[in-house]
């Protein structure tokens, strides 16, 4: 099956500061969507992105299918950004199978 | 609120109890989902039922049984569960065709006792 890799595993940032996470993933690809997952367990989608380049306040997110990896854009984070960000992809078949994720965490 | 919904959003259960799990979407999707995430793991896909029909079991041990009366709801009846069960069991829902977006409930977090 696909293999999905998130880096980096983990990432403290201070408030304000800027990131990207990627995903890699090892096949091809129908859709793929960001996830972030909040500490009471909610996954709220951020992206549904199989290809190009999406924006929605301060996030933003980038697929090149082709090259197979997706990226995630923070930028001036807050602490409420803190949380686990998925990334996943679905290869058909309604399989949407999750990264193991990067967990975030911003400091006031 | 995503639009699907899951009931409880607790439970604690002994090993000899049967319990069931509930999910309800309210987006028109016709494919819904069982995901099991544990501590320190990535969510693994359980069940996947594409218009009623169960279209996916990912190796699932049978003291976890699926259920889909219709394509808005879906349950997981448990019994004689471990320890090692205890998890978040969120449920998603998704269109099937061009747009495939998935949308999760809160999640139940269960624990065996």
């Known amino acids: 099956g696909i293999q999905v890799e998130q880096s980096p595993p983990d990432l403290i940032l201070q408030e304000g500061a800027n990131s990207t996470l990627r995903c890699n993933f090892s096949?091809?690809?129908?859709?793929l969507q960001w996830f972030h997952q909040n500490p009471w367990g909610q996954l709220i989608n951020l992206f549904y992105i199989p290809s190009g380049t999406k924006q929605n306040g301060r996030l933003s997110a980038t697929t090149v299918a082709t090259e197979r990896y997706s990226l995630l854009y923070i930028s001036s984070s807050q602490t409420t950004d803190s949380g686990v960000y998925f990334c996943a992809p679905d290869t058909g078949g309604f399989k949407t199978i999750f990264g193991a994720g990067t967990r975030l965490f911003v400091k006031a | 609120e995503t639009g699907v919904t899951q009931t409880p959003r607790h439970l604690v259960m002994g090993m000899t109890n049967k319990k069931s799990l509930k999910c309800e979407q309210h987006l028109g999707h016709n494919a819904m989902y069982w995901y099991k995430q544990s501590a320190k793991k990535p969510l693994e896909l359980m069940f996947v039922?594409?218009?009623?029909?169960?279209?996916e079991n990912n190796s699932v041990p049978s003291r976890f049984s699926p259920e889909c009366p219709n394509s808005s709801h879906l349950f997981l009846h448990l019994h004689t569960l471990q320890p090692e069960d205890s998890a978040l069991y969120l449920c998603a829902s998704s269109r099937i065709g061009q747009n495939t977006e998935a949308f999760f409930g809160q999640g139940t977090r269960l624990t065996v006792v």
């Open positions: 096949d091809s690809v129908n859709n």
């Open positions: 039922y594409n218009f009623k029909e169960q279209t």
